[in-house]
C-alpha cells in the first residue's frame, strides 16, 4: 500500500522559496507508470495542479506556475520534493502530495492535469503552509 507523508516549513516569507518534501513508503518512486503530483488548495478555493515527476524522472508543471516551480527527486531516500520560488501570499494554502498509476503520458504533457485532480489515487494528509512576513 503506498504511503504519503508531506513534511516542510509552515510558514515562508515573501519572496523566499517554499520547499516541501513526499516521503513515500510501501512502493518505490521509480515503481513503472507511477506519477508523484503536487496540488495545492487555496482557502476557500478549489485544488490546484502545481506539478509532477514521473517514475522515470520527468517532469511537468503547471503552465501558470511553471517559471517558479521545480520539482525533483531522490530516489536513495525515496522521496520527491517541491520548491516554489519567489512567493508571495497568494501561495498560502494547504498542500499536497499525491499519486497515481498511469500507463500513459498524454495527461502529463498535454497539460490536462487539472481536471484530473480526481484521478489521482493516493494521497498525503497535507500540510498548511502560510507566506507571511
Known amino acids: 500500500q503506498v504511503q504519503l507523508q508531506v513534511s516542510g516549513p509552515g510558514l515562508v516569507k515573501p519572496s523566499q522559496t517554499l520547499s516541501l518534501t513526499c516521503t513515500v513508503s510501501?512502493?518505490?518512486?521509480?515503481?513503472?507508470?507511477?506519477?508523484w503530483n503536487w496540488i495545492r488548495q487555496p482557502p476557500g478555493k478549489g485544488l490546484e495542479w502545481l506539478g509532477a515527476?514521473?517514475?522515470?524522472?520527468?517532469?511537468y508543471y503547471s503552465p501558470s506556475l511553471k517559471s517558479h516551480t521545480s520539482i525533483s527527486s531522490d530516489t536513495s531516500k525515496n522521496e520527491f520534493s517541491l520548491q516554489l520560488a519567489s512567493v508571495t501570499p497568494e501561495d498560502t494554502a494547504v498542500y499536497y502530495c499525491?499519486?497515481?498509476?498511469?500507463?500513459?503520458?498524454?495527461?502529463?504533457?498535454?497539460?490536462?492535469?487539472?481536471?484530473?485532480?480526481?484521478?489521482?489515487?493516493?494521497w498525503g494528509q497535507g500540510t498548511q503552509v502560510t507566506v507571511s512576513s
Open positions: 515527476i514521473a517514475y522515470d524522472g520527468s517532469t
Open positions: 499525491a499519486a497515481e498509476y498511469y500507463t500513459g503520458t498524454y495527461y502529463y504533457r498535454s497539460g490536462s492535469m487539472q481536471s484530473r485532480i480526481s484521478e489521482l489515487d493516493y
Open positions: 510501501g512502493g518505490s518512486i521509480t515503481t513503472e507508470n507511477f506519477y
